[in-house]
């Protein structure tokens, strides 16, 4: 495997917001050839800009692919991952089930016992943090939008243990829609949405809460309580993280410009933008990136807003960025 290859692979649940966009990057993949797709709900349709149509999962030809990418719920993804790796098929899975290091946390925050707990733990499909630990390997597990975008937010700051250790970590975190999935729920619906703006799963229960915690824990375990609390705003993608921190009385706020364009410097999908300016939505959205933007508010505090699209740099372009590291390819093939 390398950098000239031409590698087959297959996406499940392919017809959710995830898997559409997924299937449109890797469409466009020079390394790539799309050889099925699966949708339940919708097999025989054809598939947009494709000669393919969607099939049933149990129809997927595994042994015809050197790479799966799973968009489907947690709890199936896991028992499809069990059965690539089995035929030697690499795994890129965009759901939850590999996301937590052991079957109890999992079970903590999925409420079920974890389908195959052998597999586990898995690589943190965070490249920007985690890249040296998923090149070449089968199994990766991508992160969850929330996550991506907060630990991206906050990472400089870790590293350089910047942060006061008793000080919480507020995170404002705002999603599009489509966050949500594809399925239909009445809180989804247009005219519950337009108009509107609600916080969800507060108070330290929404599930990526852990999944931030932990991987929080492995660049600095010497920090603040997280307080997280998602909303749901009226457009159809996009996602950003207002993030509030306390420093350490070594750093000063007027500094963390410099740290963390020193820290992005060479990241290919992560923008700091100059001093003075703001991140927003536009910055992200139908972009494979990440956008950053930090606005000092004392000597201590200090207001970080990170954007990214939950679709993409929040799901299928970072599966894509994972796919490229694990074929020992140019990471950022696709995607620029």
């Known amino acids: 495997m390398g950098a000239s290859d031409i590698y087959k692979v297959g996406v499940y649940g392919a017809s959710g917001y995830a898997g559409q966009d997924l299937i449109e990057i890797l469409l466009r993949h020079p390394q790539v050839e799309v050889i099925f797709a699966t949708s339940n709900t919708y097999s025989g349709e054809a598939i947009p800009n494709s000669d393919l149509q969607y099939i049933p999962h149990d129809d997927a030809p595994l042994s015809d692919v050197d790479a799966v990418f799973l968009a489907l719920p947690h709890k199936a993804s896991a028992v ?16 939850a089930d590999f996301r937590l290091d052991t079957p109890e946390r999992y079970e903590q925050w999925y409420k079920v016992p974890h389908p195959h707990p052998e ?14 630990n998923i090149r070449g390997v089968n199994l990766v597990a991508t992160p969850g939008c929330y996550p991506t975008t907060t630990l991206l937010g906050l990472y400089p700051l870790l590293k350089a243990h910047a942060l006061a250790q008793h000080a919480p970590i507020i995170v404002d975190a705002k999603s599009g829609v489509s966050g949500a999935g594809r399925s239909p729920k009445p809180n989804l619906h247009f005219v519950e949405v337009f108009g509107n703006l609600s916080p969800y799963s507060a108070g330290r229960s929404h599930r ?33 993280a207002s993030i509030y921190v306390t420093l350490n009385d070594d750093v000063d706020s007027s500094h963390a410009q410099g740290l963390y364009e020193e820290i992005y410097d060479t990241e290919p999908l992560v923008r700091v933008l100059p001093a003075g300016q703001q991140a927003t ?10 956008t950053i933007s930090l606005t000092p508010v004392t000597e201590n505090y200090l207001h970080i807003t990170s954007v990214t699209d939950n679709l993409r740099k929040g799901a299928a372009s970072q599966a894509v ?3 490229n590291l694990m074929m020992n390819i140019t990471e950022t093939t696709g995607l620029l």
Do not use: W
């Open 321 to 323: 960025q994972n796919f």
């Open 281 to 290: 939505l536009r910055h992200a959205v139908r972009k494979n990136s990440c």
């Open 208 to 240: 990526h809460v852990g999944e931030i915690e932990q991987e929080i824990a492995k660049i600095n375990g010497n920090v603040g309580t997280l307080i997280f609390t998602p909303h749901l705003v009226p457009v159809d993608r996009g996602l950003m």
């Open 80 to 95: 499809v991952a069990a059965q690539a790796l089995a035929v030697g098929v690499k795994v890129i899975d965009l759901s």
């Open 119 to 132: 597999l586990l733990p898995t690589p943190y499909g965070l490249p920007e943090i985690n890249r040296a």
